[in-house]
């Protein structure tokens, strides 16, 4: 069964420092694998996604994770914060049934701080 | 394009009363749908989905129920509703590897 694991809940970095945000999966089969940011009361945005291709994904609005299977991560970067990168992040993987599922993990606050 | 519509974007109602959430898509046919719900300070949870017309697997046992009465349309329901069902309710549909969420819908259960 696949699963995900974000570690940290809260995260707080200053305006332009680096972001990082850690998230490990576990999964029987080759996964894919999503970031989502969501905003407060928003629905889910898609930041970013693997689905088997290049191991180094670049998303929107400056964001990239890199896919290393032999560490079983895909944490998400972003070079320099902006006070509006401040949201919940969230780390999926998608179910290896045909139902097309998505797991989560229990999703990262990040803080940016001016 | 693809659009997913999820109303009303906020509700509060008192326990015990009835509960039905609607969901549509638009653009696409034959999507696979999602209920998932965000209790507060709580990752996303997957309550229900669909990967067809009448063909709703539940995920977790609880006091809801979805119905998907035509391709492009899922409905959460509630016959009564408990405290516990207070939280923030996301529709989603996907194809292949692409995933759409609707907006949400902020249930407050007093």
């Known amino acids: 069964a696949q699963s995900v694991t974000q570690l940290g809940s809260h995260v707080s970095v200053s305006e332009g420092a680096l972001v990082l945000l850690r998230c490990n999966y576990s999964?029987?089969?080759?996964?894919?694998l999503f970031w989502y940011v969501q905003y407060p009361n928003q629905g889910l945005q898609l930041l970013l996604k693997?689905?088997?291709?290049?191991?180094l994904v670049k998303g929107i609005n400056g964001f990239e994770a890199e896919f290393k299977k032999s560490e079983t991560s895909f944490h998400l970067t972003k070079p320099s914060a902006h006070m509006s990168d401040a949201a919940e992040y969230f780390c999926a993987v998608k179910g290896s049934s045909n139902t097309g599922k998505l797991i989560f993990g229990q999703g990262t606050t990040l803080q940016v701080k001016p | 394009s693809q659009t997913i519509h999820q109303w009303p974007a906020t509700l509060v109602q008192p326990v015990g009363s009835p509960l039905s959430l609607e969901c549509t898509v638009e653009g696409t046919s034959n999507p696979n749908l999602y209920w998932y719900r965000q209790a507060a300070g709580r990752g996303l949870q997957l309550l229900f989905y669909s990967v067809g017309i009448g063909q709703i697997s539940s995920e977790v046992p609880q006091n809801l129920s979805a119905s998907r009465p035509q391709d492009r349309q899922f409905i959460l329901s509630s016959k009564k509703l408990l405290l516990s069902d207070s939280g923030f309710y996301l529709c989603a549909w996907s194809r292949a590897y692409g995933y759409t969420f609707g907006s949400g819908t902020r249930l407050t259960v007093v």
């Open positions: 693997y689905t088997s291709a290049a191991t």
């Open positions: 999964s029987s089969v080759p996964p894919y």
